[in-house]
């Protein structure tokens, strides 16, 4: 089945730096990328779709100067925190679409997540 | 527009007894629908999806759910709990090819 990798799982860094997240899809290629972001004990909030080849389309709310999408190939997106603060602590979700062609149904695959801790 | 509403933010079950999960959802089209479960610090894992062909959705795990139109219900069901299934249940409803709603999840608790 589709595999959806991110890394880093769980990174650690200083308020004013910057953290990049990768997600790449395995064993697909995926023109579209979502990056999701968590709170703790909450449901998922879609931050932006990724889009190969040009720019990302975010949501209402969400800052793209401070969270950066790139979408370079067809197996790669990333996203980049920048100039980290203690609020972006949270847990980052990736997913591709991936057409399930057995039935027909747009499957999203998520990556594992990436906890991110901003001191 | 399409919604979905989870009905119960938690819910207990001792080990071996079913399980019942409940999701709402309102759709003005003919609903993609998807229960993903999600382990602590993990990502989401499909458990199943309803795509308009039979209403009775087997999934992975022992999971199933029904697709209901006139009650516009997808509720997730399991005969027998166990202890690995303690997790968070999250119902979805696609709303369009890149479009996908979340409901607000469910936590399932797991009782020896």
């Known amino acids: 089945g589709a595999v959806v990798s991110q890394h880093p799982s769980w990174v650690i860094c200083k308020s004013g730096t910057s953290v990049k997240i990768e997600c790449r899809s395995l064993?697909?290629?995926?023109?579209?990328m979502f990056w999701y972001r968590q709170f703790p004990k909450q449901s998922l909030m879609l931050m932006a779709t990724?889009?190969?080849?040009?720019?990302?389309?975010?949501e209402q709310g969400v800052e793209k100067d401070k969270f950066l999408i790139n979408h370079a190939s067809l197996t790669l997106s990333t996203l980049t925190v920048t100039s980290a603060h203690p609020e972006d602590s949270s847990f980052y979700i990736c997913s591709a679409y991936d057409r399930d062609r057995g039935s027909g149904a747009n499957v999203l695959t998520f990556g594992a997540g990436s906890r991110l801790t901003v001191l | 527009a399409q919604s979905v509403t989870q009905l119960d933010s938690h819910v207990s079950v001792s080990e071996g007894t079913p399980v019942l999960l409940r999701c709402n959802y309102s759709s003005s089209y003919s609903p993609s629908l998807f229960w993903y479960v999600q382990h602590p610090n993990k990502g989401l894992q499909l458990l199943l999806k309803y795509t308009s062909a039979a209403t009775l959705v087997k999934g992975i795990n022992g999971f199933e759910a029904e697709f209901k139109k006139s009650e516009t219900s997808f509720h997730l069901t399991k005969p027998s709990a166990h202890m690995s299934d303690a997790a968070e249940y999250f119902c979805v409803v696609g709303a369009g090819t890149y479009k996908y709603i979340f409901g607000t999840g469910t936590r399932l608790k797991v009782l020896a």
């Open positions: 990724s889009n190969e080849g040009s720019k990302a389309t975010y």
């Open positions: 064993d697909f290629q995926a023109t579209t």
